[in-house]
């Protein structure tokens, strides 16, 4: 038995442990692993980024069963909108404002209720995506002083 063989035989319950071994071993793709690291959304979405370094399809639907790795997949590897994937970044306050900023690159009507659910998250999306007041928003945002001073302050008002 190989020592590959060997690593994968006695860590076969272990995603993190071959995603390590993929990279700092192999240094490349280990397709007898990649089954059990696209169990895990994380390891799913570090290996498609590090090892492969794009798209991995076989992938996808695990990545996608978390918000915050389906945005992270999308703007680190896509590099675009992932429309399979927006219903479950819609879940997600943090990763439905990222994505609004950073992919969209401006307002996602369907998602902003989701956005204004988080105080800091309609906050930042009223100044960075916005770019003016957000009034569906401000009865949430004005629940916290701090943020509410600072909108208040911002947009002059």
Known sequence: MTDKELFLEQHKDNPYAL?????????????????????????????????????????????????????????????????????????????????SRYIIKGRWLQAEPTIMTDISCAYYYALCVIKSRWLEAEPNIMKDDDYWQHYKSHFKF
């Open 19 to 99: 995603l390590c071994y993929s990279i700092d071993i192999i240094v490349g793709r280990w397709p007898e692993a990649e089954p059990i690291i696209m169990t895990d959304p994380y390891y799913a979405y570090r290996y498609a980024c590090e090892v492969i370094k794009g798209r991995w399809p076989e992938a996808e639907p695990t990545i996608m069963a978390s918000p915050e790795y389906a945005y992270s997949y999308s703007h680190d590897v896509i590099k675009d909108r992932w429309p399979e994937a927006e219903l479950t970044i819609m879940t997600c306050p943090r990763s439905t404002f990222l994505y």
